[in-house]
């Protein structure tokens, strides 16, 4: 255990480390040259397009201005100065519903921290159960529950504070659930138009011997949706095309970059290119005349692509996004069974256009069910015995391994400082490339797990995470040893001493976890404002390949808010904070001041940095609430544990009653509040139809809708299409829906609609295709 | 351990006793004058009216025709003879798919009791352990798991027997579940048309200061559903109305007895009754001017009452049942969310009328998650500390006890023999009584709990009785000891041992398991047909208390199958039949019996005796389902702990795959299946509608729908209303909503069609009111 010096130690380290970085950023923040860097935010929104100084050819590289080096900080006003609702407008709900969760921290933690403070350090710093005791002590233990004696009364304070941390968690969580929804529904309601307001998702469109994936949807909601009913859009599996149109991307971009060339040189000398792998070696020919022969082969290429892809059948995947003439119409039919098979018709809420993750929209029924019981097993073995690769890498990695392989090194390995150097570093390596890929394993593993939306995969990366987490930080910290081993023990365990374990450990770790906080924490956050590797790699690139404007626009790579790593990250400090709140409250000035710097940080990247990929308008939420509530059951479970090695017995029937009451409440909440983000209530889809209707009697909704779920790879082929409006021809009244079935029809009708639907996609294709 | 002789003799006198009953009751079922006690439904449903046999006045009570006699077991092919169409038409799904649960338990365990004969019966035999070994063993555990030596590799055995029970079951698990689901579709689909269809059950319509419940509830649906809305029903607290009517009803029974009594004796003597308490004390007076007097009181109480509750808007309870003009609109009320606040204008499926459970309509949604709440919390306590005050009510009801209480049995008691017989009886008393009573305990909970509907009651009744089951009878007898000292055992147990202690002595607990299906199974069916408690009750009504014809029908009780205790018992069998299968096949036999017997026995109750109280079309098939899979989930448990004391633990890891596939595979059923039995799809919706508009173009399906949900006191009353048509001044274009609201109209204008409405109620209040 530490003394409360070392503490002071390492809290100076990270204080000045952190203070170091927000210094950093300070003075990198107002020089021009990083203006991208640091708000490319506004350079997307369109708001700024050069450094706001002019002056000087050095200004525009470097800030002379010294007066502003002396307000050094005053970014951190500025963040939090924009209101909620301007913010909202600026980055997005689901954006300002993240920063939410710190203010949830700060809203819990402040009164926690303030009574735990006034109650329970009086009570355990008055007690000299350690002085008289022969073990080495620090004076963060004096404050702390060990210094209580066994079996003493004062545990009763211990005891009504954690009905009162629970109350006041709960009632902080009720009132966030309510408000968060409350912004959700006004939102939704207050938003503009939205192809995923009328747009629903159908999946496992089942195979029809007579009828084309197209032709089966059509008539399929035509006949149980009448009156609703719009248009819809298949998807096709485009992934081949997807990666020619990539590809000539590329080409065009240098192309245009050669030309650029071309015309700065005053078009003296024709630059030339070698076409030989990355342009080293190769014949060298005339680099414009090169690309533009490339450029114009993959067009055919991609024409030719195109037209196979939307022509044949064997493209179609069995899905399909359906439009409605309204939002009730979309509501009922996201919300209602469709088939008498419930595996089939299957329908759901479309994600935002950008949300939509178009890879995994084809995967049928069972296959989704395989697949999540692999994934399962899977994660159960990651999460457990991740360490044996690990380990098996590690045994490889040594001298000796490495002397075998390549046999020239010989030498130089055997200088004592290199030896010692790669027997150091070489294990820790390992495991530390392994847990940076960590997330995007897990993203992996969500990806073939199925799921259609970009938020959801997130968000199921962000569960497992936190689980990962739990095990191997949380519990692993606690009780030193690999999760398998943890694992075996608890088996072998009674269910009832595995709390009695972890609990009795948890005084000691208190101090380890401090310095967790103050590294992982307020140094991390430092430095995520910072924003080092992007400064890095914007500068690398600009420098070396940065060819054109867009090139530069690209360079920036403003990233969006890490849902899938940073909510784990912060879910364990709700974790630390509700379970070190009863035992050892030295701990929650540390969270605190994590949850106060991080919000500010968070805020000001958000307005100045992050580019959100997608609007999910807080669908995230009740996994946080739920995540908290986990966090609140374990600190009482792991109270309950500790008091019963304390002999505080006569405790136990009175926390029991804590987690009973906490499950009844998440269960309230639950009923209460969750509904608002899975479904999309009628009265409100019905409120806004009506006042549309009214204030534009004329509006042409499939004009609207028809390209809004096309494949990202249709719709960026060249930007301006805006919707051809063929509503005219557009029967009113389908009192007979024309199908090709054999068994009814003897002189085969076809479709006219999905004629007239594949005639689109044609006249798309010429309009494209030179 | 029971020896083999010893099984034989139960099975013997288990035997003799079910044929015993089975004789009896096919002498019994041909006398005349037990007719009505052994086919009340033919009487029911109007197809029988007198015994079969006419002749002489003996014959009218006695069946003299001795040849029937010699044909006693006939009805056994005559149950199995009606074909499953026709008992659906005769007795509902329910009823058939309940039978289906007997099939299953066949179907599941013949083949497996074939196997286990042929592959694991000469496996285990084969063995010498118990020869050599020291311990007392039979000639039942030679045939047991017991046999085999310990570290044997002959455990692969049963380890591949294991996995070849687990996929027969599931296969036909999943043939089932795939069958029910397509009874129940059908069934719906092919049905006439019912009211339920149509009408959608809203609850905790929100409190409005301007309007009635009565006009918000019109008035949300107008909005929100224009096009389907067709009209709605309130709730009305009538439970002091209700009252009324059934002592209005008694009354008017005793003045029909009267009448009939006084019609017979030739209008000689006007009969007498004593006015006071039962009859037997207070003034006579002439019995048929009494009760004429006495039931136009009631008749002027009721009406009263009547117009209170219709009038007075604090009888309406925030609650009403709301009609849709199409089956596809009331589909899709049924299954979306309608208001912002989820937990408001909650709507569900209508219950059939005759299965609405009236008195918790009006709940509120946060008392609903309290008494959710309460109800868990007593259940526990219930399941695990029932023994306490009956073991408290034992310690008082000895022979000390009641001396003290009442000293004037001192002379009694103190005979040898009486004192014995106390001592020995009463504690069991107090058990047996609890046992008694515990179904309607459960009942009571379900009922507090506030489900809706009386297939809900008895659902959630069943799954709790089971878990009393599971835990008080089958862990309770291979663990001896309380509940609660098993659940401390458990805690204080790591999560490894509790299978190994549970599966260790689950081979010595064959026998008696053997002896409890031979009682409670074999005699406790063959008990069951013979309806002795029915029959006796019947023919002492009959004597004492039948006074009109209507008393008889009443007395007949043909009750309906007891799904909420019935059906955990079945559960209980597939269970050790799991359990057992792999461990000591001998006792699938027993069991097979047991399935073959009841199925035989319900199916002709079924068609003989039971009359259904509601249809749920099997919605009871996930439950049941969902049961056999914890009993195979818990039977692969139990086999890892009993090979793991054998020392067998190289089988471990496979043996664990079992429980993932199994849950995997349950979850797998619950997405392909369960919504069947929870929405309705709209295809089927559209289809039915489209059917039916077809067929019968000028349907009125208001005046088909007014009356359906009236709460039984009104419309019982005088059952001849049969829906008065008022569709004619039915308004076709909604196009305005008249509201109360004082926000937005200045001259109040009142709701029309509320108007009319409750027009309509006091228009039935005058039709009954003299």
């Known amino acids: 255990m530490a003394s409360s010096s070392e503490i002071g130690l390492a809290a100076t380290i990270n204080i000045l480390t952190a203070f170091a970085f927000l210094v950093a950023f300070a003075i990198l923040r107002i020089q021009p040259f990083n203006d991208r860097v640091y708000f490319p935010k506004w350079y997307l929104r369109g ?11 050095v200004q525009k590289f470097v800030n002379l201005d010294f007066r502003s080096y002396l307000k050094f900080l005053n970014w951190m006003p500025a963040a939090l100065r924009m209101p909620e609702p301007e913010l909202i407008d600026h980055a997005g709900l689901d954006s300002v519903i993240y920063l939410r969760i710190y203010l949830t921290g700060l809203k819990i933690f402040v009164p926690i921290a303030c009574l735990a403070f006034t109650v329970m350090v009086p009570v355990n710093f008055t007690n000299k159960t350690l002085e008289e005791s022969k073990l080495t002590y620090s004076d963060i233990d004096k404050l702390s529950i060990s210094n209580i004696p066994t079996g003493s009364n004062r545990f009763f304070t ?34 503009h138009r939205r192809p995923d307001q009328f747009t629903v998702l159908v999946r496992n469109v089942p195979p029809d011997p007579d009828e084309s994936v197209n032709e089966l949807v059509e008539h399929f909601f035509l006949v149980n949706h009448p009156d609703n009913y719009l248009s819809h859009q298949v998807v096709y599996n485009a992934n081949v095309l997807s990666d020619l149109v990539n590809e000539k991307k590329t080409k065009q971009n240098w192309l245009d970059y050669y030309q650029l060339k071309y015309n700065r040189s005053n078009q003296s000398k024709r630059p030339s290119v070698k076409t030989g792998y990355l342009g080293l070696w190769g014949k060298k020919v005339d680099a414009i005349e090169y690309y533009e022969s490339e450029v114009e082969k993959l067009s055919k290429k991609i024409c030719k692509e195109r037209e196979k892809v939307t022509k044949s059948s064997k493209h179609v995947m069995p899905a399909a996004f359906v439009s409605f003439k309204t939002r009730w119409g979309a509501a009922v039919c996201a919300q209602t069974e469709q088939s008498r098979n419930p595996t089939i018709w299957l329908t759901e809420w479309a994600p935002e256009p950008r949300d939509v993750y178009w890879d995994n929209l084809a995967i049928p029924f069972v296959s989704l069910t395989i697949r999540r019981l692999v994934i399962a097993v899977a994660f159960f073995f990651l999460t457990f015995f991740f360490m044996i690769p690990i380990a098996f890498v590690q045994s490889l990695a040594n001298i000796d391994g490495i002397v075998k392989a390549a046999p020239f090194l010989q030498g130089v390995l055997e200088v004592e400082f290199v030896k010692s150097f790669i027997q150091g570093v070489l294990p820790g390596i390992a495991l530390k490339i392994f847990l940076i890929f960590l997330p995007s394993i897990l993203m992996m593993m969500s990806k073939f797990e199925g799921f259609t939306s970009i938020s959801a995969l997130e968000r199921r990366s962000a569960t497992r995470y936190y689980i ?30 595995i709390p009695i374990t972890i609990g009795a450990s948890i005084p000691m770790k208190a101090t380890f976890f401090i310095t967790y906080i103050m590294v992982d924490g307020w140094a991390g956050v430092a430095g995520e404002i910072l924003r080092l590797k992007p400064l890095i790699f914007y500068h690398l690139k600009n420098f070396f390949l940065v060819k054109t404007e867009k090139d530069r626009e690209e360079a920036m790579n403003p990233g969006s808010l890490p849902f899938n790593t940073g909510e784990p990250q912060i879910q364990l400090y709700f974790l630390l904070g509700l379970v070190y709140a009863v035992v050892t409250p030295i701990l929650l000035p540390f969270i605190v001041v994590f949850f106060a710097l991080a919000y500010v940080v968070y805020r000001h990247q958000i307005i100045n940095v992050y580019n959100q990929q997608y609007e999910s308008a807080g669908a995230f939420w009740p996994d946080v609430h739920g995540r908290i509530i986990t966090a609140l059951i374990v600190s009482q479970l792991l109270l309950m544990g500790l008091l019963s090695t304390k002999e505080a017995a006569q405790s136990t029937p009175l926390l029991i009653v804590l987690p009973i009451l906490t499950i009844w409440f998440h269960r309230f909440c639950k009923g209460r509040f969750e509904p608002a983000f899975v479904r999309y209530p009628l009265q409100e889809a019905m409120m806004k139809d009506t006042l549309e209707r009214a204030r534009e009697p004329g509006l042409n909704v499939k004009g609207y809708l028809q390209d809004a779920y096309v494949h990202p790879v249709f719709s960026n082929w060249d930007g301006s299409d805006d919707g051809v409006s063929d509503d005219d021809d557009w029967p009113k009244e389908p009192a007979l829906v024309p199908t090709k079935r054999e068994s009814r029809v003897n002189t085969p009708v076809r479709s006219q609609r999905s004629e007239s639907s594949r005639t689109l996609l044609c006249v798309l294709d010429e309009r494209s295709c030179p």
């Not at 700024?48 to 050819?57: D, H």
């Open 47 to 57: 708001l700024r397009n050069n450094p706001l100084q002019s002056g000087a050819f």
């Open 158 to 191: 211990h005891l009504v504070m954690a009905y009162a941390f629970t109350f006041w968690t709960c009632y902080i969580l009720k009132r966030e659930y309510e408000k968060v929804a409350t912004m959700r529904l006004h939102f939704i309601s207050s938003e």
């Open 468 to 497: 990962f987490q739990f095990i191997n930080v949380f519990l692993g910290s606690i009780i030193t040893g690999t999760a398998f081993q943890q694992l075996n023990t608890f088996i072998h365990q009674s269910a009832n001493t």
